[in-house]
């Protein structure tokens, strides 16, 4: 590691933002290809469409649930070990799963151990970028963002050509020298000077009396400091937003799983067939940066919750369209559509979560998001196997996928509405109470003491709707004064006792 500091928006950081480009395409481009090994796999193990959809269900999974995982070792070993790490266990995770003999150890190689080399470079590289990128960060995470259109639109073409010419085992064991080119983008990340003032670290705590209960308190300390479990109990949007994401994950991989198969179902050509998701991969380079650029304006900044749900509901509407008809020409303009709702979605994930959550606490609700959209991406695929076991019709994976999507879309914009207007309420409320303490003080004069029966009656309850707010509690023989301020303080207990207030005194 050389001695001197990169500076952060220099020269170098536009290498390291190229870099982060090819780390994403060979990353997040990967999973969308697994597709084209679907028929392949399930003729060689033998297997049932669910047991073969377990394998790119534990890849995704674990690309995301190991977040938590990877913030330590950026924070133990830096960016730079931690995108070299996960170059080598992805690489070795493919070369072994060459040599695999059933689909266990296909789980277990290419499933998990790949995934996991992926999360450590995918998030490492994106980590980064926070530190080289201050002025232009909202431009550089946009052109990051291009790099898995490009790996969505590669990988396809790649894996078709390397499958026809050296069957799946060879192609998996070249996939283990290209994910070796992560390394090289980790070793040119540098590292970079900071604003942050170094920590102080302060003395060890002597060590506990029992062990065993300090290594549990450590480890809760630990995933206490990781994943945000208490902001899902206090945060009301932030759980909103994370039962409507899981429920929509159920659906939202599927036709990346599912697509290639299902048009070679409807005797679409093999080279076609893959074709279609290089589609959808080529569309999101321009979509996806656009989309970005678009939710960053501050224009949209208080409706991007319902941009989201919105983004969903599309995409569960373009869903439909695919299962209505397998013909190669509508499968292109459904992918074309499919590829407008999916910038969207991957542009505004993360800004709406960053909106529903102070930046402070942002790092631990992200590990948190990730581990749970994790288990979400780990069953989705099985279930719609299981669905195209009992069917033996691939239409219906698609009506799935509509369906959570659709059902995520109209729970999360309705929730978010009940909850804006909650806050809009409560905000009410506040600004009348405050109106009327400002009111009484200009009665009774800046240096007077009021009352206990005026104290009493600014701190009242929300008065009902349609009621004036200067004279909610008057008698109505006093509707055109304001004889309320003076009531004896017997006939203020009285009328605290009737509707539960706190006693003046």
Known sequence: MPQALERADGSWAWVVLLATMVTQGLTLGFPTCIGIFFTELQWEFQASNSETSWFPSILTAVLHMAGPLCSILVGRFGCRVTVMLGGVLASLGMVASSFSHNLSQLYFTAGFITGLGMCFSFQSSITVLGFYFVRRRVLANALASMGVSLGITLWPLLSRYLLENLGWRGTFLVFGGVFLHCCICGAIIRPVATSVAPETK????PPPETPALGCLAACGRTIQRHLAFDILRHNTGYCVYILGVMWSVLGFPLPQVFLVPYAMWHSVDEQQAALLISIIGFSNIFLRPLAGLMAGRPAFASHRKYLFSLALLLNGLTNLVCAASGDFWVLVGYCLAYSVSMSGIGALIFQVLMDIVPMDQFPRALGLFTVLDGLAFLISPPLAGLLLDATNNFSYVFYMSSFFLISAAL???????????????KQAVAADALEQDLFLEAKD??????SPEIMCQSSRQPRPAGVNKHLWGCPASSRTSHEWLLWPKAVLQAKQTALGWNSPT
């Open 445 to 450: 004069g800046p240096g007077k003491q009021r």
């Open 411 to 425: 729970f999360m914009g309705g929730s978010f509405y009940a909850l804006q207007k909650k806050e809009q309420g």
């Open 202 to 205: 302060e003395c060890p705590p």
